[in-house]
């Protein structure tokens, strides 16, 4: 089973930037699908970003519409890591995140992934 450690989550204000990392250890190559969920208080978890491999097409991402224009994911291959990149940063943006893998494409749902983080505390104040 893969291994996902976070990092570079904290405090930020309103309109601030955080730059989440997540490094993977095990059995990981180029066509495993990465990503973050959030976890917000009394809300349900989401899938903000995905970076997963499509043979025909290469790499492709995936966000959320709440996070679009603001987030960006990337993936280093050498490093087995893959970045979550926070801009324009809102109190809704407040949450756990959480580092996810599965070998094959994105899903949404948190259970179709095969490897999980122990999650990083991103807290947006106002």
């Known amino acids: 089973q893969v291994e996902l450690v976070e990092s570079g989550g904290g405090l930020v204000q309103t309109g601030g930037s955080l730059k989440l990392s997540c490094a993977a250890s095990?059995?990981?190559?180029?066509?495993?699908?990465m990503g973050w969920f959030r976890q917000a208080p009394e809300k349900e978890r989401e899938l903000v970003a995905a970076?997963?491999?499509?043979?025909?097409?290469?790499?492709?991402?995936y966000y959320a519409d709440s996070v679009k224009d603001r987030f960006i994911i990337s993936r280093d291959h050498t490093k087995a890591t893959v970045y979550l990149q926070m801009n324009n940063l809102n109190t809704e943006d407040s949450g756990v995140y959480y580092c996810?893998?599965?070998?094959?494409?994105?899903?949404?749902?948190?259970?179709?992934?095969?490897?999980w983080g122990q999650g990083t505390q991103v807290t947006v104040s106002s």
């Open positions: 996810v893998a599965r070998a094959g494409g994105r899903r949404l749902n948190w259970s179709e992934y095969d490897s």
């Open positions: 095990g059995p990981t190559d180029s066509s495993y699908a």
């Open positions: 970076v997963s491999w499509i043979s025909w097409r290469g790499f492709t991402t």
